[in-house]
């Protein structure tokens, strides 16, 4: 079964950094990108971006380019979702997800099961 | 444009038949996918491509799609189908982005 596991919960400042984590199994973690989504408090999902875990090639929504990394290590089957000087607005409930493609088809799964960061002073 | 419009929100009646509808000028070249999001849980996918339902989404789910239209359709509501639903699909822009609609509020009365 593919699966994908996330990082626990976060209590965070402004201004420091974090890493959060989505760690796949079930899979060759190189079959297939991963996808971050965002969710605000009380709000939509949003999609961030995406990472290619083969060649750790990247792009990113216009909304989150240069606010947010996503990387990923081939070699533990985990991508990760980072950022360097925490903002409470990025306060959101953080989901990893796998983009299926074929053709005009396109979908999102599994899931991770999320993980909650909180920003605040 | 990159942006996918939801209704947001919408009422059933218990066993009636509810549509929910999502426009945008991407589904012209991708069909929606659709998730279902109940309160504190991840979003879980009940519809994808043309008509596809994973493993598990009972056949009262299904989907449909026209010009920049898409939408999901649940025959005879259930009172576990109330939850938050999503439509999303590649923007248009040639990137392998995606967007996703702002969701639709169903209540099931």
């Known amino acids: 079964e593919v699966q994908l596991v996330q990082s626990g919960a976060e209590v965070k400042k402004p201004g420091e950094s974090l890493r959060i984590s989505c760690k796949g199994s079930g899979y060759s973690f190189t079959s297939y990108w991963i996808s971050w989504v965002r969710q605000m408090p009380g709000k939509g999902l949003e999609w961030m971006g995406r990472i290619d875990p083969s060649d750790s090639y990247t792009n990113y929504s216009p909304s989150f380019q240069g606010h947010v990394t996503i990387s990923a290590d081939k070699s533990i089957s985990t991508a990760y979702l980072q950022w360097s000087s925490l903002k409470a607005s990025d306060t959101a409930m953080y989901y990893c997800a796998i983009p299926r493609i074929s053709s005009a088809y396109n979908w999102f799964d599994p899931w991770g099961q999320g993980t909650l960061v909180t920003v605040s002073s | 444009s990159s942006e996918l419009t939801q209704d947001p929100a919408v009422s059933v009646a218990l066993g009636q038949t509810v549509r929910i509808t999502c426009q945008g000028d991407?589904?012209?070249?991708?069909?929606a996918s659709w998730y279902q999001q109940k309160p504190g849980q991840a979003p879980v996918l009940v519809i994808y491509?043309?008509?596809n339902r994973p493993s598990g989404i009972p056949d009262r789910f299904s989907g449909s799609s026209s010009g920049n239209t898409a939408s999901l359709t649940i025959t005879g509501a259930q009172a576990e189908d109330e939850a938050d639903y999503y439509c999303?699909?590649?923007?248009?822009?040639?990137?392998?982005?995606?967007?996703f609609g702002g969701g639709t509020k169903l209540t099931v009365l």
């Open positions: 991407s589904l012209r070249s991708y069909y």
């Open positions: 999303n699909s590649r923007d248009s822009s040639g990137n392998p982005n995606w967007v």
């Open positions: 491509g043309k008509n």
